[in-house]
């Protein structure tokens, strides 16, 4: 009888501080996640301040919101966002078009040299396009491209169709074998395998991939900032023209910033399982 | 959730080899390809080539006359200027730095992450955001409402360690370029390597903790040589992206003060855009793809070895 209270306590204090440690690490991770998250915050915050407010020492955290920023920011932003809208759904329906069938010839029936097909794709992703932007000015000038929303087009395309590839290709090559063949056996064509076998399936795949080329495209500002000035010019360069030579202007900015930024942060936060697939070009399932 | 094991790609080909392909079958594969590969060729070969011509030529925007031929000068030029490889010098800097730094924080908040606490889905959600933060975007937030001098938060926040008013800028100006490329990439490896621990097989851990093994050693001995995989893609992507970067040197520092931030994007970009030199801007372009191609032919090895190459069907 004396024996059985000890053997019951006797895993408290063991189960205690196995739950503490677990209380204290997720602590840790919280304390981390915070301050990764704080200059986000801050941003924010700051959008929501009168400009008199957001240059201030020490700086505050408490202070009446209002929404002027944000009312100047959409009272300009006007030609930008089209613009960035036009080229980053413009490039990934392109990016799907040209995509689908390139990963299906590399993939589900390929041609003999897949594999060197494959890191020829690739391998253009390594060329720095930072090394051509002379000579593309010049192209686009001479093709009068210049300031076109088609030249970002083009450009953003060929940017994102890579890594589209590949990352197409590895959910074509989930497609159960067995439909493959059902649709043979009952006379299908190729492009009815396509239609009605491999579409059907790879739909959500395809559809992260083009969330995928969505983020990219829509951030791009490189290309964007050589090879236009007014009549293309997209929401990254709405952030640098937010920046005046002088004057107050930090509150104003952060709400520029916050408005160009919150679409791909959407984007990334509702589609964070296929994220990591997409980003490691479907290398990780 | 498995970078699969790199012994398919090294696997003998399946013995059922396709019946000889006729000339029909051959181009009825080779046809959905073809799109795509032209158009690669001709938007990313074709401004190659250009760029190969022009280095040979003497060319500026704001001189009449256009381009005419100049030998080897513009290369004579790259190679004897100490800006082109004082900005290859940065480039290195900022990439080797910012991939380290940036996988080690990765992997350090994935093992946080890993583990289950309440709120985890949340946590997670607040770590990756920096990356999706547009880089525009992050580098004016940074240049501005966090590193300012008279205002900025981060001062705020050291104060009590002493620190008061610093210019981060045009005091720290690669480091406070690297810490933004390190804030905005460290999601990503942790996004890669969360996803390698998720694929570890619990018995074998479960039973290293039977035999009494420590923590440490179980990172050492078990996970970490699982990990390796993961860790080497997330390090081979992250520089593709890394060793362009832009938009930060652009828009915190402008390549300065002087030209303490300027990497090799933006020196083409200054050589274009401010000295109107096009043929020595084709000239760099043309060394900084030649350098490339040498990293890149070590790395595309890599990627052979890590990547998935379960065999195509039929």
Known sequence: MSALPLRTREPGPQRFRDMSVKVGWGIVAWVVGIAFFLPVLWMVLTAFKP????????????????????????????????????????????????????AYALSVHPVKHWRDGLFFFISTKMLPIVAVIGPLYVIALKTH???????????????????????????????????????????????????????????????????????????????ALNLTVTNA??????????VPQEGLYIAHLSAAATVASVPVILVGWIAQRSLVRGLSMGAIK | ?????????????????????????????????????????IVTQIPFLVTLWYS???YFFDVPGGAHWAGLSNYKSVFTTAAFRSALWHSVIMTVTAVIVAMILGVLFALLLDRKFIGRGVVRTLIITPFLVMPAAAALVWAGPMLDPNFGLLNYLLQP?????????????????????????????MLIVLAGLQGQPADVLEAAKVD??????????????????????????????????????????????????????FYLYEQVNNAFDVGGAAAAGVITVILTIIVATFALRLFARVFQFEGASS
Not at chain 2, 11 to 35: F, K, M
């Open chain 1, 145 to 223: 491209l210049l300031d076109s929303i088609w030249l970002l087009i083009i450009l953003y395309t060929a940017m994102n169709l890579p890594l589209a590839i590949w990352l197409i290709r590895s959910f074509m090559l989930e497609v159960p074998s067995e439909l493959l063949e059902a649709s043979e056996l009952d006379g299908a064509g190729r492009i009815r395998e396509m239609t009605e076998v491999i579409l059907p399936v790879i739909s959500p795949g395809l559809v992260s991939t083009a969330l995928i080329c969505v983020i990219f495209a829509w951030n791009e500002l490189f290309l």
């Open chain 2, 56 to 58: 040979f030529q003497n």
């Open chain 1, 51 to 102: 400009e008199s407010a957001a240059e201030t020492w020490p700086p505050r955290f408490t202070f009446s919101p209002t929404l002027s920023q944000f009312r100047l920011v959409f009272s300009g932003w006007g030609p930008y966002v089209t613009h960035s809208v036009i080229a980053t759904v413009g490039s990934t329906i392109l990016v799907l078009l040209l995509g689908v069938p390139a």
């Open chain 2, 1 to 41: 959730m498995a970078v699969v094991d790199t012994s398919t790609l090294l696997a003998p080909e399946p013995v059922v080899r396709p019946r000889e392909a006729s000339r029909r079958e051959r181009w009825q594969r080779r046809l959905p390809l073809l799109p795509a590969l032209i158009y690669i060729v």
């Open chain 2, 161 to 189: 360690f002493g620190v008061h008013h610093v210019a981060w800028l045009s005091t720290h100006a690669l480091g406070s370029v690297i810490v933004v490329m390190i804030w905005q990439w460290t999601p990503f490896m």
């Open chain 1, 233 to 242: 010019a997209t929401m990254p360069m709405f952030l640098i023209s937010s």
């Open chain 2, 212 to 265: 009494g093994a420590g923590a440490l050693a179980t990172f050492r001995e078990l996970t970490f040589p699982f990990l390796r995989p993961y860790i080497e893609l997330g390090i081979l992507l992250g520089s593709i992206y890394l060793v362009n970067v832009f938009d930060q040197v652009r828009l915190m520092t402008n390549g300065g003060p002087g030209t303490a931030t300027t990497n090799l994007p």
